[in-house]
Nanobody
Framework: QVQLVESGGGLVQPGGSLRLSCAAS????????VGWYRQPPGKQREWVAS???????NYANSVKGRFTISRDNAKNTVYLQMNSLQPEDTAIYYC??????????????WGQGTQVTVSS
């Protein structure tokens, strides 16, 4: 089973940018839809964006126009470029196999995630 590891989080001021990476332990091409999710402090995890194998992407309304998801199958990595960050974007960000999450629900496995904090 391919493991996904998130990185790239950090502390950024409002209006700033970060790029998150989701690196696969094996071929990411085997995962048809890769998604980014986030869990703000004290809230439930929510879907942020997803990208299919061919590159087509979808976004939550809250990030549309500010975030860009992309995948590099040759590098076995999915990225989330986050621009115009706001304090409400503060969360732990996770990547996962979207179809597995939908199928397994609460039994889905999650990685450690990467912390994004937007604060002045």
């Amino acid at each position: 089973q391919v493991q996904l590891v998130e990185s790239g989080g950090g502390l950024v001021q409002p209006g700033g940018s970060l790029r998150l990476s989701c690196a696969a332990s094996g071929s990411i091409s085997g995962i048809y839809v890769v998604g980014w999710y986030r869990q703000p402090p004290g809230k439930q995890r929510e879907w942020v964006a997803s990208v299919v194998r061919g590159g087509s992407a979808n976004y939550a309304n809250s990030v549309k126009g500010r975030f860009t998801i992309s995948r590099d199958n040759a590098k076995n990595t999915v990225y989330l470029q986050m621009n115009s960050l706001q304090p409400e974007d503060t969360a732990i960000y996770y990547c996962n196999d979207v179809q597995s999450v939908a199928r397994l629900g609460t039994r889905a496995s999650w990685g450690q995630g990467t912390q994004v904090t937007v604060s002045s």
